[in-house]
């Protein structure tokens, strides 16, 4: 009997592990799910962002844009000029949406976190703050990145794809599968780690000292935020390219 019960003890003693939160959480139940409300509405406040931008800079399309217009065909360009030089020239096109929308949902989302006063909002329990600054958002993004490029793969080589896994030995199938485990951990531990590294720093300046002080390093963690979005989708992209690329 103490054999049987060992495994399943061990199983509990995972799950409450599972349980531990850092800080307060706002929940809603949804079905038979808890989720984390704050989560949920900071990001809904992302995606309007993005799609009421989108669709005001576009309305009325001009041959030779202007204004919003041509905002939204530079951050195009630049985002095909992304995708294009980590996937190749042949393979990028149908892949330009994904990595953008990761970009610009990560870009404003850490943005979101620095300019928006979250804090004015009052929740019954925890607070708002930027979606990225959660694990369970930057664990979505990068399982999505895992999905992706495994798709790519697939779509591009068929079953030959698993191939890599024993290139350019057997011996080193162990570590390319390890490989595939580790990278949407990277993406999202680095993005989420640093995101809310930063609202730390900037939050213990502001609470010490006058508003006037904490500003460069505010403006310090725009940049940083930009460069985490950057890091983000060029690696989701060389992800992608190298799956469809293969190990030589």
């Known amino acids: 009997m103490d054999i049987v019960q060992s495994p399943i003890s061990t199983l509990n003693h995972i799950y409450e592990i599972s349980g531990v939160e850092v800080g307060q959480h706002f929940y809603w139940q949804i079905g038979g799910f808890q989720v984390h409300a704050q989560v949920l509405i900071t990001s809904w406040v992302v995606i309007a962002v993005l799609s009421g931008s989108a669709t005001i800079a576009v309305r009325d ?84 990145t895992s999905v992706a490029y495994f798709y790519a793969g697939l779509a591009k080589k068929g079953l030959g794809y698993f191939g890599k896994y024993i290139q350019p030995t057997p011996i080193l199938l162990p570590i390319n599968i390890l490989e595939d485990f580790t990278k949407p951990l990277s993406l999202s531990f680095r993005l989420s780690g640093n995101i809310l590294a930063d609202e730390l720093v900037v939050a213990v300046p502001v609470s010490l000292v006058p508003l006037v002080v904490p500003i460069p390093v505010m403006f310090l963690g725009l940049f940083t935020s930009g460069i985490q979005a950057l890091i983000f989708a060029t690696l989701a992209a060389a992800y992608i390219g190298e799956s469809m690329e293969g190990h030589h």
Not at 88 to 111: D, H, K, R
Request: no cysteine; charged share 15%.
């Open 61 to 144: 399309p001009q041959t030779i844009p202007t204004g919003g217009q041509n905002f939204v065909e530079y951050i195009l360009e630049f985002l095909r000029d992304l995708a294009r030089t980590q996937i190749g020239e042949e393979e990028y096109g149908p892949w330009v949406s994904f990595i953008g929308t990761l970009f610009l949902f990560i870009f404003v989302s850490n943005w979101s976190g620095a300019l928006l006063p979250w804090g004015i909002i009052k929740l019954p329990h925890g607070e708002l703050a930027a979606p990225t600054n959660d694990i369970n958002t930057t664990v979505a993004l990068a399982s999505l």
